[in-house]
């Protein structure tokens, strides 16, 4: 008597593998799509072509007391808007704060411009704090426009809660607030080593 053959299961059906991009890739192309929709203006920042929807750059931050920081900026349009002390963010982004004493801050961006196809000569603010948990809490705000490739800000007194006169942190609303102070700032599109070179610079003074 032959030996009965064991019936066979149907093969499984295979999953389609999403391609070379992967899932991950497919993510970002919508959020980038979504953000491109909403906020044309990410793509002409800065007086040039911004394709990645970022901008980053770096400048002098000259304060009336004669604290002199240097700032680097990295910010882009949010895929979707926030609101954020009562007003509806459009931005968001990092910075590094770069001390006269040379300590460097990483600090988190979130701000607004009123644009729509082109961001040069459009006001804009934002607001920089220090990250969640990280103390000494700073927090500032800067108001200002990109006038071709440069981006020209101010902080209409508000480093003055969170910084001594000769620009080393004291922690937000904390110690005396240095009366009539003023900050300006001209940044300019770098990438980030440059900065860096500048605030290591700086440190290795001290």
Same mark, same amino acid.
């Given at each position: 008597m032959g030996s009965m053959a064991m019936p066979t299961s149907p093969p499984g059906r295979t999953r389609r593998s999403?391609?070379?991009l992967g899932y991950g890739?497919?993510?970002?192309i919508v959020i980038l799509l979504v953000a491109v929709v909403g906020h044309p203006w990410g793509l002409h920042m800065g007086g040039r072509w911004t394709p990645a929807m970022i901008w980053h750059g770096f400048g002098r931050l000259h304060a009336s007391s004669g604290a002199n920081y240097t700032l680097w900026l990295n910010i882009g349009?949010?895929?979707m808007s926030s609101r954020r002390s009562g007003r509806r963010d459009n931005f968001q982004g990092t910075a590094v704060l770069c001390t006269?004493?040379?300590?460097a801050i990483t600090l988190d961006v979130f701000g607004k411009v009123n644009a729509w196809l082109n961001a040069d000569r459009q006001p804009l603010?934002?607001?920089i704090a220090t990250q969640r948990n990280v103390k000494p809490v700073l927090s /500032? &705000?800067?108001a200002g426009q990109w006038n071709g490739q440069e981006l020209f800000l101010e902080d209409q007194g508000s480093m003055a809660d969170s /910084? &001594?006169?000769d620009g080393t942190p004291k922690g937000f609303a904390q110690g005396l607030r240095a009366p009539a102070e003023n900050a300006q700032a001209s940044l300019h599109y770098a990438q980030k080593a440059e900065f860096e070179a500048v605030c290591g610079a700086a440190q290795s003074s001290f």
């Open positions: 999403p391609g070379c890739g497919i993510l970002f349009p949010m895929a006269p004493q040379g300590q603010t934002m607001r /500032f &705000r800067l /910084f &001594r006169a």
